[in-house]
C-alpha cells in the first residue's frame, strides 16, 4: 500500500525548488490502490521522477512537459504544487493559526506555478501584475458563516470554543446536538457574505478571478477547512488584488492541511480527466482512469482479442481500444438498453476521428456466443450486488461466468483482469474453479468510497474440468439459472 501523504519527504521533489526553473512539481491524483500503475505509466511515457503517495503522485517535470502529462490516462486530475511543509505547526490560539494562515501567501512560488497555469489553461493576460507584502494580521473570522456546514461528527468539534460554534453543533447535557436547534440558513448570512465578495471584486481590479478550496484532515485542529480557506484567500487577495469569485473562477488554489504537513497547489484541469468518452451514461459508470489501468494490468499484446463480457455502457472496451490500438476489444450484455448505449458512445468518438477496434453485442455472459479458444484476455467490472443485482445472485453468476470465460479463453497464455466490491462470493468461486484458473495478484481499490478488488486470474493448462461442468448441469435441472451478465458500467 502506498505510504501516507504526511510521510513524503518535500526534498525528493527538485522541482519545489524557485531556483531551480527547468522543472516544476505536479500533483496528478490516481485511483486509491493504482498508484504504482499510474507511476508506470508515467515513468514510461515521460521518464520522469515520481514520488507516490496514497491516492497521487508527485512528478517533477520540465513545465514544457506539461501538456504530456494532461495527457496520461491513468490519472484523475493535475495540479500544479507551489510549496510543501512536512512539520507546519500550528499554535493552540485560533488567532494565531488564522495569523499563520494568511501568511502563508508569501511562501509559494507563485511565479513558476502562475507561468506554467497561464500557459496551460490559456489565460491571456500576465496574472501577477504586482505584489505587496502582507500587513495585516489576518483576516476577519466568520465562524457564523463557515462552521454552519459543519456536522456533528467531525473530528474538530470540541476542539472549537462552544460560544463560535453554530446552534445546530451546540451539545446539550447529555453530550447531543439539539435536533430542534439545527441552524437553516439565514438571508442575512447571504447577504453579508455577497456583500463581502462583492467589495473584494470592487477594490480588485485585474487578474484572474480566483478562489481557495481546502482539504484538510486531522483531529488536532481548531478551525475548520472554510476558515482556513478564507484567511489564505485573504492574503493571497491582498498580495494580489485578484478579485474573488467562488463559482465562476479562472483559478482554483487548493490548500491541502495533513495533521501538520501542509501544501499548496493549483489546479491545472478544469474538468476531471476521467470524465472521456463517455455521453450516454448508466447507474454504474467506471471511471475512464480505473477502466485504463485494468486494460493495462491485463498488458494486452499486438493481436490479442479482449473482451468484456459485461461490458454496459463499453467503458473498458473503449478505453482499451483507444489505447491499445493493435489488439481487438469487443464487449457485450444481456442488457439491450446497455448495449444500445454502448453503440452510441462508440459512435461519438467515431465522429470525434477515432480510429477504434471494437465491436459491442448483445449476449448472455454465461452462454457467450464464442468457440471455445478464441479468446486471449478478459476485462470486466463484474455486478457489485448494490445498485446492480445482489450478493445472492453474485454467487451464482460469479461461478457460471468463470466456467463460461475458461471455456473461451487459451489454456496457458489466457488471463482475466475483474472487478468487484462481493470479495466473498468471488474467493468462493475462484475456489471453485481454482483447476482452470490460477488466482494471481489482487489489488484493493476505491471505488466510490467502496472498497472494491481488482482480482488478476490466469488461465491453467487444463482445458475442461468436467466433474464442474457435471455439477452444473445437475444443478441447472433442479433448479434453472436465470441468464446474466449486466454490468451497466
Known amino acids: 500500500m502506498a505510504p501516507i501523504i504526511s510521510e513524503i519527504n518535500p526534498h525528493l521533489l527538485e522541482g519545489l525548488d524557485p531556483e531551480n526553473r527547468g522543472l516544476c512539481t505536479l500533483e496528478a491524483t490516481v485511483v486509491t490502490g493504482l498508484e504504482e500503475v499510474a507511476c508506470e505509466e508515467c515513468k514510461e511515457k515521460l521518464g520522469a521522477n515520481c514520488v507516490v503517495a496514497r491516492g497521487r503522485l508527485f512528478i517533477d517535470v520540465n513545465p514544457e512537459q506539461v501538456p504530456e502529462v494532461l495527457k496520461l490516462r491513468s490519472i484523475d486530475n493535475v495540479n500544479i504544487v507551489l510549496s510543501m511543509v512536512k512539520n507546519f505547526s500550528f499554535p493552540s490560539e485560533r488567532e494565531k493559526c488564522f495569523e499563520q494562515l494568511y501568511m502563508l501567501a508569501e511562501k509559494p512560488d507563485w511565479k513558476k506555478g502562475m ?6 489553461l490559456g489565460f491571456e493576460e500576465e496574472p501577477i501584475k504586482e505584489e505587496k ?112 469569485d467562488l463559482k465562476n473562477f479562472d483559478l482554483e488554489v487548493i490548500l491541502y492541511i495533513d495533521n501538520e504537513f501542509v501544501y499548496v497547489a493549483l489546479a491545472l484541469t478544469r474538468e476531471a480527466l476521467f470524465k472521456r468518452n463517455l455521453t450516454n451514461f448508466g447507474r454504474t459508470n467506471l471511471r475512464a482512469t480505473l477502466c485504463y489501468n485494468m486494460v493495462r494490468l491485463a498488458a494486452p499484446k499486438p493481436g490479442e482479442v479482449v473482451i468484456d463480457p459485461m461490458c454496459g455502457g463499453a467503458t473498458i472496451p473503449m478505453e482499451g481500444s483507444l489505447t491499445y490500438t493493435k489488439s481487438f476489444h469487443l464487449g457485450g450484455d444481456n442488457f439491450g438498453q446497455a448495449v444500445k448505449r454502448s453503440r452510441d458512445n462508440i459512435d461519438w468518438l467515431v465522429k470525434k476521428g477515432n480510429s477504434m477496434p471494437i465491436d459491442v453485442a448483445q449476449w448472455d455472459a454465461t452462454k457467450l456466443p464464442l468457440r471455445e479458444q478464441c479468446v486471449d484476455i478478459m476485462v470486466s467490472d463484474l455486478p457489485f450486488g448494490k445498485r446492480i443485482g445482489s450478493k445472492t445472485d453474485n454467487r451464482v453468476l460469479y461461478f457460471h461466468a468463470l466456467l463460461e470465460m475458461a471455456r473461451v479463453t487459451r489454456i496457458k497464455t489466457g488471463r482475466a483482469v475483474l472487478l468487484t466490491y462481493d470479495h466473498r462470493s468471488m474467493i468462493k468461486s475462484i475456489k471453485r474453479v481454482h483447476t482452470l484458473w490460477k488466482s494471481g495478484a489482487s489489488r484493493t481499490v476505491n471505488v466510490g468510497g467502496l472498497s472494491a478488488v481488482i482480482y488478476i486470474l ?28 449486466s454490468a451497466t458500467n
Open 133 to 244: 507584502l502582507l500587513t495585516q494580521d489576518f483576516c476577519q473570522p466568520r465562524p457564523d458563516i463557515d462552521l454552519k456546514m459543519m456536522k456533528s461528527t467531525s473530528q474538530i468539534v470540541n476542539n472549537i470554543p462552544r460560544a463560535l460554534l453554530p446552534k445546530h453543533l451546540k451539545l446539550d447535557e447529555d453530550g447531543l446536538a439539539k435536533e430542534d436547534e439545527v441552524q437553516q440558513p439565514e438571508e442575512n448570512d447571504s447577504v453579508e457574505e455577497n456583500k463581502e465578495v462583492s467589495h473584494t471584486l470592487d477594490y480588485c481590479l485585474s487578474g484572474p478571478k480566483f478562489r481557495v478550496s481546502c482539504n484538510r484532515t486531522g483531529s488536532g485542529h481548531i478551525f475548520g477547512s472554510p476558515e482556513a480557506a478564507r484567511q489564505f484567500g485573504a492574503g493571497i487577495n491582498e498580495k494580489f488584488n485578484w478579485p474573488v
Open 458 to 485: 490466469h488461465r491453467t493448462s487444463l482445458l475442461c474440468d468436467t466433474g464442474l461442468r457435471k455439477d452444473l448441469k445437475n444443478k441447472e435441472k433442479s433448479s434453472p439459472v436465470s441468464p446474466g451478465g
Open 115 to 120: 507561468e506554467v497555469w497561464r500557459k496551460t
